[in-house]
């Protein structure tokens, strides 16, 4: 899923995205534009570990294919007050 | 050669887990903490075990991060004790609803307040409904031989669940004892490497965790139960195994002197060798007694258990706690397990041995013949006591 820099800024961003269609966050939510342009910075080496809140709620509720929402990056999810130490 | 040497039993369990070379280990190393997780920083930084210690902030984060070696497949040991085990509690139950083989050792402690440190199984009862296969020693021999064979039951693709191997806090956990280290070669045929299927992989995504909306959290819960019930199958067979290479043999409910007890006595940990003294002495002179000593106490062995007990006119239970409002917890769990049992014997609840009051032989002496009274008169006092200074603060005679 090699993505392709956009010609004017390049190195600077991918098209590739992690964040794939078929969240629930709120239309304009900031944290989803975000989390959206973080994934891209991170590339695809990388496992995310992510304490309860909206990213988690909007992003992967049961029973859905696992991984279908952030189509492309290992995600773990724990409790409210604890990512993974 | 297999090798006889003396060893604390913190000391067996962290040989155990060095064995099993666990390659992720997070624990919180002061009070009320033991001499396991002190051993493997020693043997990490020696180098004698190729393994990631994680010193962390509390119990909280050290199962928080055990949580994450095990997403990655990383074969992951802690051990905690008493308050440490209350202050994780909330994350000790998301690793077995996550499906995380961890191995954990439980040194088991009293619960403040007042302050105490010394051992009593008020810490095993507040997680008993945590999702976690859960067994207790009766020696250091078996604290090592458990937490090995622990790795092997929980990592089995079939099962999937965190183990929990409880021992006796100071009476095991701090106590010498002669135990057999076998060598490497035979831990390895035991215990295979950790293969875990959904292993976090950017290669291969998949999402651990996720939310349940009521109309998928009772499917996934009944789900882990039917699978943990299932788990009995390969605990037996990893004890079967086990018997098999290492020649010691382990049962769901051992049984000590049994044939044809019309009287049986139930204990939990270390304190089961203590009653063997009496009830050898006992049954040398005629008595028909016996004991029985809970080895798996969840997934609950019901068949076994019954099996046992099914010839026997008085059962008595020894709780090292208290439910408060109730009883000792292993007395209401064996009586409803045989409430429905015809014919069944009489069960008789006395609770001792908390906070580290020793039990002796002469108060399982009096445990005895005060619980044959109680069966006789077949009436049930609230709270039978043993070694209290019961007069003084107002709960006896």
């Known amino acids: ?85 | 050669m297999s090798k006889r040497v003396a060893l604390e039993a913190s000391f067996a369990v962290a040989e155990a887990a060095r064995m099993a070379d666990v390659d992720v280990t997070a624990a919180y190393p002061i009070t009320p903490q033991t001499h396991i997780p002190e051993r493997l920083a020693e043997m990490v930084a020696d180098g004698e075990l190729d393994a990631a210690y994680i010193p962390v902030e509390s119990e909280h984060s050290a199962m928080s991060a055990c949580l994450g070696a095990a997403a990655v497949g990383a074969r992951t040991f802690t051990a905690t004790a008493g308050q440490g085990l209350e202050l994780m509690h909330e994350v000790v139950y998301v690793a077995s609803s996550m499906r995380y083989p961890i191995v954990m050792a439980v040194c088991n402690r009293a619960l403040s307040a007042p302050l105490s440190v010394w051992g009593d199984h008020s810490d095993a009862m507040a997680v008993r409904d945590t999702g976690w296969i859960q067994v207790f020693c009766q020696n250091n021999q078996e604290a090592f031989d458990l937490t090995l064979w622990a790795f092997r039951v929980g990592e089995d693709p079939k099962v999937l669940f965190p183990v929990m191997v409880h021992l006796d806090g100071f009476t095991l956990s701090h106590v010498t004892e002669p135990v057999i280290l076998p060598e490497q070669s035979e831990v390895d045929r035991f215990l295979p490497k950790f293969q875990y299927l959904f292993a976090l992989n950017p290669d291969k995504p998949m999402t651990h965790g996720a939310f349940g909306p009521p109309e998928i959290y009772s499917e996934a819960k009944i789900a882990q139960e039917v699978a943990f019930r299932k788990s009995k199958e390969i605990i037996l067979q990893g004890w079967n195994e086990f018997g098999n290479i290492f020649g010691r043999h382990y049962f769901p409910v051992e049984q000590y002197r049994t044939a044809g007890a019309k009287t049986l006595l139930l204990t939990m940990g270390s304190s089961t060798e203590t009653a063997k003294i009496v009830i050898d002495e006992r049954r040398d002179k005629g008595e028909a007694i016996g004991l029985i000593s809970l080895r798996l106490w969840r997934p609950f062995p019901f068949e076994e258990f019954r099996q046992i007990v099914k010839g026997a006119e008085t059962l008595i239970v020894l709780d090292r706690c208290i439910s408060s409002g109730m009883g000792g917890p292993v007395f209401s769990e064996v009586r409803s397990a045989l409430y429905n049992e015809v014919p069944k014997p009489k069960v008789v609840n006395i609770i001792g041995g908390l906070g580290g009051r020793d039990i002796s032989e002469n108060d399982f002496e009096y445990v005895i013949d005060r619980s044959r009274e109680i069966a006789k008169q077949g009436s049930e006092k609230m709270l039978e006591t043993v070694g209290v200074r019961g007069k003084m603060i107002g709960i006896r005679g």
């Open chain 1, 1 to 85: 899923m090699e993505g392709k820099t956009i010609k004017f800024g390049k190195n600077l961003v991918t098209t590739r995205e992690s964040l794939a269609p078929g969240h629930n966050f709120c239309a304009g939510c900031g944290e989803a534009l975000a989390l959206r342009l973080a994934l891209k910075a991170l590339g695809e080496n990388v496992i995310i570990a992510n304490a309860t809140g909206c990213i988690e709620i909007c992003t992967s509720p049961l029973p859905i294919p696992l991984g279908a929402f952030l189509g492309c990056i290992p995600f773990l999810k724990t409790l409210l007050p604890k990512s993974q130490e």
